[in-house]
């Protein structure tokens, strides 16, 4: 049976007055979500999509893949419904990123999913790989070949997401399923992490971090260090071999 073990941190920056991230450690969830929108909405939306994550790990019916994009779906039709309800938070919308361990298969595959240009990477073998692609402005630009993804970390455009919780209409997440290998480890961030951090530095620091808390307190600090010019948020989930 395998272990996963994770653990988070977060902090508003050095720049922004609130912290409109949210992120979420469960039993079978893990999950980081970005808010956007005026007059603290952001931290609303992000709430309102991690609470809606938060009760897959309640709910007593073994985990799949739809029920993960359910959640997702109730998430935003949650934003957009207080959206209505507060028109002060009208408008409000956020991102979402996480890894669901799946009950149904029994070799436990995890559904990596997201909206938005929350990230989930894989590290494993000292190689930081990317599982997800935002789904952005410059993304579409660098996916078209117009601009290179150097490029892209400084484009104007950089921050305006094509795809986010809180639009009538709903916003499908991308999913996938992926095996979970002992040894793997999991990286669930904000865009205030890769945005801050080059994959370089990411890589770095989790080949030196020994456990999941040390990686995103080490993660958070460096991103501190380099700027802190968004809210930063890191979930990191490693997966062993249970001794149990
Ligand atoms: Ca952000």
Redesign the pocket.
């Known amino acids: 049976m395998l272990e996963l073990t994770a653990a988070w941190a977060t902090d508003v920056g050095r720049v922004r007055v609130s912290n409109?991230?949210a992120s979420y450690v469960g039993r079978r969830v893990w999950a980081v979500a970005?808010g956007?929108g005026g007059h603290a909405a952001g931290e609303v939306a992000s709430r309102l999509a991690i609470e809606a994550l938060r009760a897959l790990d309640d709910a007593p019916e073994p985990l799949d893949r739809q029920a993960i994009v359910n959640a997702v779906a109730a998430a935003n039709a949650a934003i957009v419904r207080h959206g209505h309800l507060h028109r002060r938070t009208a408008g409000m919308g956020t991102t979402v990123c996480g890894i669901g361990r799946l009950d149904a298969a029994p070799e436990a595959p995890l559904c990596v999913f997201h909206v938005g240009d929350s990230r989930v990477y894989r590290f494993a073998g000292g190689v930081l790989e990317p599982y997800t692609t935002d789904h952005s402005e410059v993304a579409e630009l660098v996916a078209a070949g117009l601009i290179s993804p150097e490029e892209a970390s400084t484009h104007p455009l950089r921050n305006i997401v094509t795809r986010c919780l809180g639009l009538a209409g709903g916003a499908a997440p991308d999913s996938r399923l992926v095996e979970a290998v002992a040894g793997d480890r999991w990286v669930l961030c904000?865009?205030?992490l890769n945005?801050e951090l080059s994959s370089e530095a990411i890589t770095g620091l989790l080949a030196a971090a020994p456990t999941p808390q040390e990686a995103v307190d080490a993660l958070v600090a460096a991103a501190l260090v380099a700027g802190g010019r968004?809210?930063v948020t890191v979930v990191v989930m490693d997966v062993a071999d249970g001794t149990g």
């Open positions: 409109e991230d970005d956007m904000s865009d205030g945005g968004d809210n």
